[in-house]
């Protein structure tokens, strides 16, 4: 008695897996695909496709593109000196979206752990140590998350990269913009009250 | 200065079209993708492709299916002489969801509207009546929402099918299951209290 046919329902439940999207809401937004088939169903469908066949990792910094150098790295207006080290993609994304920095990247792919064995050649840490003297960098920015996992693998980095000479730094920590003392966690506070700075 | 290539871009924006999906989450769902290429993009993509090539409407009961007769049409299990009459796509697959119902369906695909110019010939009106004779049908349930677009249209069925002599019948109106009357409307108490049962 299933109202639904098999490919209907096989799509409902791939688009539930997507985050942000329970069974419930993936059932309207199928619904919604169905009711406009000509104006959002078949252009999401070939933007699907087109992506799902060209999407591969930048071959120089790991970014996700549709080429094998990736359009930040092609950028010939993107200085060469600094590489900001991120996690993630979604990182990579924020950063730009947060705009400022003008270098190019390095996505990670995670973070070390032993617990899950990922070591440093599952993240890409001998290619940052490798660009350093390909491409004459100077500074290394490390934009990695504030979470344990996230700071030793910053510090592996770091030592990884001393014996090359280069400039690492590391995002600022502290109060966040809009941050009210009485919402913040202590780490945080304790974290930007060591980092004071004069006036 | 744009991070995504334009087909990534693309397929955020057409993502952000969904319902239930803004432009942030419709950038997390695609990351999501971009990371899950195997296991999660291919398979929608290939899904919603064929969903988007195959996707057609019931020739005779309007429900969106895969073949020209849908599921329900098809199912000789279902009962040719009740057809459940609903506005819309969403609402069939409400009243599946509910169960109970053995019968057949008709999807009018709208109500009628004159301010939006939707007469009885867009609505699958007539197709309603001739179903009517060639199936044998002996009832007629609206399951059109209580909404004064709804009910117009109810009427305007009920009068549409009167000279058929078929059994014409509307979905009970009420306090829903766990209704607080405190938190209902004027109008469902009112409706409630003038269908009052007597125990």
Chains 1, 2 share one sequence.
């Not at 996690?87 to 032993?114: C, N, P, Q």
């Not at 140590?129 to 491409?135: C, F, Q």
Request: glycine residues 10%; contains cysteine; hydrophobic residues 45%.
């Amino acid at each position: 008695m299933e109202p639904r046919p098999a490919d209907i329902e096989g799509l409902i439940a791939l688009m539930a897996r997507l985050p942000g999207l329970g069974p419930r809401s993936a059932r309207r937004a199928v619904l919604h695909l169905l009711r406009k088939r000509v104006q959002v169903m078949e252009p999401l469908a070939r933007a699907l496709q087109q992506v799902a066949e060209t999407a591969c990792e930048c071959q120089v910094c790991g970014n996700i593109g549709t080429h094998d150098i990736c359009n930040i790295c092609a950028d010939p207006r993107r200085a060469t000196g600094e590489i900001c080290v991120v996690e993630d993609l979604s990182d990579l994304w924020a950063m730009e979206r947060a705009g400022g920095f003008k270098g190019r990247y390095h996505v990670l792919g995670g973070t070390l752990s032993a617990l899950d064995a990922v070591g440093p050649e599952d993240l890409r840490i001998p290619q940052l140590v490798a660009r350093i003297a390909d491409e004459g960098v100077r500074e290394v920015i490390l934009a990695l998350n504030v979470t344990v996992e996230g700071q030793t693998t910053a510090h592996y980095i770091a030592e990884a990269l001393a014996p090359t000479g280069v400039g690492v730094s590391a995002l600022a920590q502290g109060v966040p913009m809009g941050g009210e003392l009485d919402y913040l966690d202590d780490g945080t506070i304790s974290a930007a009250f060591a980092a004071r700075r004069r006036l």
